[in-house]
């Protein structure tokens, strides 16, 4: 039997932010909480309202076990679904589900995490989800029982998948370890190492341009285009790659890449370890097989230069709080100017030492390819786990 979701749970939205908060109280989740809150984060790093400021400004509360995504914003993109732990408050961009005793909360939570909300947005302008077009997703009404057993599997696959990902953390925080062990803070420089400006390190500093025609001269294949979502920490992503023929990426000669070129993001927000802004990344492909829009940034370093080591560097937490301080422009979007790009510091000990550290980074990086391998296994079992629990397959 399926039902409608309004019919066996209420959907609401919450209320706008207070403009004062508090040391004790109920905590307050905003829309960019959920991605900390769905890796592992936990409520008490959330801001509070006491119950004098929750009826100051009438918030709704809402109980435990209430099910919350972005329904507004670029955060209504990400699919991100929290239950709660405790009772809460909660801010206009985020809709809540709550269940009645027909429902499964966890049960829900994996359904919404199938269905992705964000198919719901009409407008990719500004991302937005009805709360009626909410209410209308349809839903089987298994026995309670039932869903509580399809949970049970969901979760034990979950964890799995979560256990790998927790995995791949773990190398990172020993990739900088040993960095911080050798070399200290890349910003601060407490041992006093020599420092080059990146320019001096490079012979091409530049950015790509946007083809006239903008997106209608994109083809299936051909010549790939990397924009800012492609470019990530350490990380290309082809999800979404463009691709442009031979006689655009010809008169865009100045932005062809060559293999072991930096990429940079020039433009976005910096609220976050994953905000658009100062996300640096390596080409590996082969040379002039590849170009860049005007967002991102092309960093090609001298022969001489170790690039692994340059790039750890544009990589790290300290170097993002450099990047935040030097960037310009308004909350919603920075940028980076080339001449920001051309004077960042770049520590520059004895080179046998940064051998000495790529080639440790070079073993973890082979361990991270293992485990990715397992992430992506872990990851569609949980899919086709999910596809079957709601085709009505898995039990």
Same mark, same amino acid.
């Given at each position: 039997m ?18 004062? &908060? ?45 099910i919350?995504? *972005?329904? =507004? ?14 009772? @809460?408050?909660?801010? =206009? ?13 966890? %049960?829900?939570a994996?359904?919404l ?10 407008d990719? *302008?500004y ?16 026995? /309670? ?10 979760? =034990?696959?979950?964890? /799995? ?17 040993? %960095? ?6 890349? +910003? ?30 994109? +083809?299936?294949?051909?010549? @790939? ?5 492609? +470019? ?37 927000r ?19 097989? *590849? ?20 790039? &750890?560097?544009?990589?790290?937490? $300290? ?6 301080? +030097?960037c ?28 000495? %550290?790529?080639?440790? /980074? ?25 596809q079957? *629990?709601?085709?009505? $397959?898995?039990?």
């Amino acid at each position: 039997m399926i039902v409608r979701l309004g019919d066996i749970a209420k959907v609401t939205a919450g209320q706008a932010a207070p403009k004062k &908060f508090s040391n004790e109280g109920l905590p307050f989740i905003r829309a960019g909480h959920l991605e900390e809150l769905t890796n592992g984060g936990k409520l008490c790093s959330l801001p509070k309202v006491s119950d004098d400021i929750i009826k100051e400004k009438r918030l709704k509360r809402l109980p435990k076990n209430s099910i919350l995504f *972005a329904k =507004s914003g670029m955060s209504a993109t990400k699919n991100r679904i929290y239950i709660t732990e405790e009772e @809460t408050c909660y801010v =206009s961009h985020l809709a809540a589900v709550l269940p009645n005793k027909t429902f499964d909360a966890l %049960f829900l939570a994996k359904f919404l995490s199938w269905f992705k909300p964000s198919k719901l947005i009409l407008d990719s *302008a500004y991302p937005s989800i009805r709360l009626e077009d909410i209410n209308n997703l349809k839903i089987p009404l298994l026995p /309670l029982t039932i869903q509580k057993q399809i949970a049970e599997i969901l979760e =034990s696959a979950a964890n /799995l998948r979560d256990k790998t990902e927790h995995l791949l953390i773990e190398y990172n925080a020993l990739a900088k370890s040993i %960095f911080l062990d050798i070399f200290g803070d890349p +910003v601060a420089n407490q041992k006093g190492w020599k420092v080059h400006k990146l320019k001096e390190l490079s012979t091409n500093i530049g950015s790509g341009n946007t083809p006239k025609g903008g997106s209608k001269v994109y +083809v299936d294949e051909g010549i @790939t285009f990397f924009r800012s979502q492609n +470019v990530w920490k350490n990380n290309l992503l082809l999800d979404d790659v463009a691709y442009i023929d031979k006689a655009t990426h010809d008169k865009m000669k100045n932005s062809s890449l060559k293999n072991g070129d930096i990429l940079m993001t020039k433009t976005g927000r910096i609220n976050t370890e994953n905000s658009s802004l100062g996300r640096a990344a390596m080409y590996l492909g082969e040379d002039d097989k *590849a170009n860049v829009n005007g967002h991102v940034y092309l960093i090609r370093l001298k022969k001489n230069v170790i690039n692994e080591y340059v790039l &750890f560097i544009l990589t790290t937490n $300290e170097y993002r709080e450099h990047i935040r301080r +030097v960037c310009v422009g308004g909350i919603d979007k920075r940028q980076l100017n080339k001449n920001h790009l051309e004077e960042f510091p770049i520590i520059y000990p004895p080179i046998e030492l940064q051998k000495k %550290f790529t080639e440790k /980074l070079k073993l973890i990086e082979q361990q991270k390819i293992l485990a990715k391998q397992e992430l992506k296994e872990s990851e569609d079992l949980f899919n086709c786990l999910l596809q079957k *629990a709601f085709r009505g $397959e898995l039990l």
